[in-house]
């Protein structure tokens, strides 16, 4: 039997097979439709909001870009005050340093230098907080120089925080912590180089005045280097940067009568009342 006749057998064969089982049915393949594809809703951008300034707690204050933590004075504060003024005859005897340490600076969290204006600021919120706002002095009238008693309130206080003029871009006016001062401070009172010319407000200044990124060594050069007209002017500029407080009372005096205002010095006004 040749190859062609033995595939016609074989094609013969399936065939008749196919018709002996009519029964069987080749599978259908069933196609599933595909879901119609759903846009992707577009998601809002939300409008950013400003960050939220930071509420302060009743016992903390703002200086510039600070903020300071306060301790109420309590009775160890007052003892350790009129001790210093025991002996005293006048407010030339006291050691004004000690008693900035007991009223203010150990009455503070954070480990900030002060300057004198700030510490004056923080001495009469330090008041208030501990007994009360109101504060009685004396001050001259400008006019006929006759004195006068003042009644006053820290809560009058016009406290005016620090700017940087924008003139001097050059300048930095820093911040810096107490015990970075002292360190520095010490530094440079004991190095071979210093004159000893230079005081501690002096180089607190230095400290916190640079220009061009200069050490304080190197500012107290370029101070002592700097023509005594400009050095004026840096240091005005030092001042309007420094934060402050202003307080004066409208009263008619007691000697021409007239209607006046008088500064009033809440600093010694409070040394007073704790004195007693």
């Known amino acids: 039997m040749t190859q062609e006749e033995q595939e016609k057998l074989t094609q013969q064969a399936m065939e008749n097979a196919k018709k002996a089982r009519p029964d069987v ?29 930071k509420k302060l707690l009743d016992n903390q204050r703002k200086l510039g870009d600070r ?28 050691d004004l ?5 007991i009223l203010v600076y150990d009455q503070i969290e954070e480990d900030y230098q002060l300057t004198e204006l700030e510490l004056q600021y923080l001495l009469a919120e330090l008041k208030e907080m501990s007994i009360g706002d109101k504060v009685e002095c004396e001050s001259n009238c400008p006019s006929c120089g006759v ?46 180089t210093f004159d000893g010319l230079s005081s501690e407000a002096d180089i607190e200044i230095a400290c916190k005045i640079s220009i061009d990124n200069k050490s304080p060594n190197e500012m107290l050069t370029i101070f002592d280097d700097t023509p005594l007209n ?41 040394f007073e009342i704790l004195a007693k």
Not at 67 to 94: C, H, N, R
Not at 97 to 101: F, G, H, L, N, Y
Request: charged letters at 30%; a positive charge.
């Open 25 to 53: 049915k080749q599978k259908e393949v069933t196609t599933v439709p595909t879901p119609p594809t759903v846009p992707t809703p577009v998601k809002l951008t939300e409008p950013k909001t400003k960050p939220q300034t």
């Open 67 to 94: 903020i300071v933590t306060l301790s109420p004075w309590a009775g160890k504060t007052k003892k350790k005050f009129k001790k210093e003024f025991q002996y005293a005859e006048s407010m030339a005897d006291v």
């Open 97 to 101: 340093q000690k008693i900035v340490e």
């Open 147 to 192: 004195t006068n008693s003042i009644e006053a309130s820290t809560k009058d206080l016009v406290f005016k925080p620090d700017t940087l003029p924008a003139e001097y871009k050059n300048f930095k006016f820093k911040n810096i912590k107490r015990s970075t001062f002292t360190n520095i401070k010490n530094n440079i009172m004991n190095s071979k």
């Open 230 to 270: 400009e050095l004026s002017l840096l240091m005005d500029k030092y001042v309007e940067h420094l934060a402050f407080f202003e307080l004066t009372k409208d009263k008619v005096c007691s000697g021409c009568r007239t209607k006046v205002s008088f500064d009033v010095d809440m600093v010694t006004g409070i």
